[in-house]
């Protein structure tokens, strides 16, 4: 099956600081989704972004299927962004989502 | 509802017991997902529905686990002698159609077998 895996494991910024998270995959997908896991496991959908480009207020996130990456910007960021980000994608020949291992984000005051 | 729901938010269970953790998608979402969150792993997939039928139940780990979803709405993920090896939260997704869409998550049921 298709391989998943975000960089970097662990990020621990200042608040006001910006950030990039990486997340590459083996092979062709039909769906790529970033999803931010708050402190009380509720996975939040941040991007559902099989190619190119979407900015939605200080998050931005860029996909290039031909290169299988995708990045997601995080700028000026404050202690409630701290979590876990993950990276999950569908595999041109099914519909399950298969996760990254995550980034997990801490952010201190 | 505005959003998937999961029942029960927690569970806890003795090892051998049968457990049933009930999904409710968002209205008119005719796929559905069930995954398995162990801690410090991201989810791993289940089984999903497109309307009715299980169009794939390979991620199953084994004939303990089962799930239906009889009317293409609510769907039921059943476990059968229960192993410690069990806990975990399951989650819960449902998308417009099965391809090409975009999952949406519900709050999850954290399971603890005793």
């Known amino acids: 099956g298709i391989q998943v895996e975000q960089s970097p494991p662990d990020l621990i910024l200042q608040e006001g600081a910006n950030s990039t998270l990486r997340c590459n995959f083996s092979d062709s997908v039909n769906n790529l989704q970033w999803f931010h896991q708050n402190p009380w496991g509720q996975l939040i959908n941040l991007f559902y972004?099989?190619?190119g480009t979407k900015q939605n207020g200080r998050l931005s996130a860029t996909t290039v299927a031909t290169e299988r990456y995708s990045l997601l910007y995080i700028s000026s960021s404050q202690t409630t962004d701290s979590g876990v980000y993950f990276c999950?994608?569908?595999?041109?020949?099914?519909?399950?989502?298969?996760f990254g291992e995550g980034t997990q984000l801490t952010v201190n005051p | 509802g505005a959003g998937v729901s999961q029942t029960p938010s927690n569970k806890v269970t003795e090892k051998g017991k049968y457990v049933e953790l009930r999904c409710d998608p968002i209205s008119g979402h005719t796929a559905l997902y069930w995954y398995r969150q162990s801690l410090g792993q991201g989810p791993e997939f289940l089984i999903y529905f497109q309307g009715t039928g299980a169009a794939d139940d390979s991620g199953l780990p084994n004939d303990r686990f089962f799930a239906v979803r009889p009317e293409g709405s609510v769907s039921t993920l059943k476990i059968q002698r229960t192993e410690r090896g069990d806990s975990a939260v399951y989650l819960c997704?449902?998308?417009?159609?099965?391809?090409?869409?975009?999952?949406?998550f519900g709050p999850g049921t954290r399971l603890t077998v005793l």
């Open positions: 999950a994608v569908t595999e041109t020949s099914g519909s399950r989502l298969t």
């Open positions: 972004i099989p190619s």
């Open positions: 997704a449902s998308s417009l159609w099965a391809d090409y869409n975009e999952q949406f």
